[in-house]
Each structure stands twice: as C-alpha cells, then as structure tokens.
C-alpha cells in the first residue's frame, strides 16, 4: 500500500495494536503522529519507527479531555500542513462484573473509549472537508456486538458506540471524500488480555477456529488497507478481525 505524503495520527499508538498500526502506516510511507497518554512509551514508538528510517512523531494525549483531542489535530496541522489518517485506537479495557462497577469506573471507560473517538474526529472533521479528503478508522471491538467474553459491560457498550459513530461520521463526511470504517479485533494478544486468567484465555483460543488470538499485526494490516487508496469506495463498514469467533 503506497500511503507516501500521508499524515497519519494514531491514538494510543505507544504500545500494542496502537504501535503496530503506527509501524505498517510508516512502513507505507506515511508520516505518523503517535499520541498516547504515556509520553514515553508514544517516543519510544516513534523512535523505533525513525529508527527503521520512517518519519515519526510522538506527543502526549489524553483523549479523554476534549482539550487534547482538539490540541492533537491542531499541533499535527501546524507541524505537517495537513492531516490525513487517523485511528482512533486509544481505550481502555477494566475487568469488573457487573456489580463491581463504579460510577468513576464507567464514566473513565467512557470517557477515553467513546468521548475520545467522538472528539478526535470532530477536530479532524474541518481540514477533512477542507481536504475534500481523509480516512478515519476506528478500532472497535467484537464486544461491541456481542456484549463481551469477559466481565466488560461498561467496555463493550464503549464499543457498541464506536460502531455508531462511525456510521454516522460516515454518512456525514461521504459528500467530501472522507471514509469512515472500524475494525472489530477479537481478544488479541497485547497487554489488555495478558492479566487475564490462563485457563480462560485457554477456553477462549480453543473457541476461535483458527485456534489462535489476534496478534496485533494483523489488526495493523487491515488498518493498512482501509488507510489506502484501495478502500476509497468502503465507508461504514465494521471490518471483524477475529479468527472466526463471531461471523456476520
């Protein structure tokens, strides 16, 4: 995929399905902004991507505040001109049953997971009609469609509303070139899943027919693909990567 002269802004790209994501953009030629709330492990990305001989940079973003959402877009336009990528990866993932949940719990879950992806797009949306073209992708999740595999309620109804949103941006932003898809991972093999217990990550691999969780380069090759010029006719669509666990 030729992504060169593209500027791409990855949330929560410092570690994970952020940072894979944030290496396949650069290794397409695109320049990536990796934002994250750790400012560290973003440069320790970005480092690694220019270390490849990719063009990277890192800034820190808290998504959640409406303030940085709006800050990310605005530093990435001062510094690069324009914006053309962004993938709204940034969440977060608390395992709590359901009587466990607090108000401060569900409101941070929604507040990165569903307010951040709301917000960040909202400041992309001028230079992309501007543009008169762009690319949002937002990584969503299985739980957003069957409500979880692990006690996550207040995580998957985020991700549920990330599958809305990004129908409604679609449809929205369809009159000025811009497309507007999501991925839905299954379980993958990042830090999010690495404090779940073994012999449940165990029953849940023996559950994927392709007996195997994500890995996070194969979330970042659909996001890839989704960013190029060969998706320009796909908008709205929720793009399952899980093995096989849900089909629809």
Known sequence: MDLIDRVAVVTGGGRGIGAAIAQGLARAGAQVVVADIDAETAERTAASLREWGGSALSGRADVSRVADA??????????????????????????????????????????????????????????????????????????????????????????AGVISLTKSFASYLAPYGVTVNAIAPGPATTDMTRDWPADRVQAITQSIPLKRLARPEDIAAVAVFLASDKASYLTGEIVDVNGGLLMD
């Open 70 to 159: 709006h800050n990310l877009v605005a530093t990435t336009l001062e510094r690069f001109g324009r914006l053309d990528i962004l993938v709204n990866n940034a969440g977060i993932c608390p395992l709590a049953t359901i009587e466990e949940v607090t108000e401060d719990l569900f409101d941070r879950v929604m507040a990165v997971n569903l307010k951040g992806v709301f917000f960040v797009s909202q400041a992309a949306v001028k230079p992309f009609k501007e543009q008169r073209s762009g690319r949002i992708i937002n990584i969503a999740s299985v739980g957003g469609k069957t409500g979880g595999i692990m006690p996550v309620a207040p995580y998957s109804a985020t991700k």
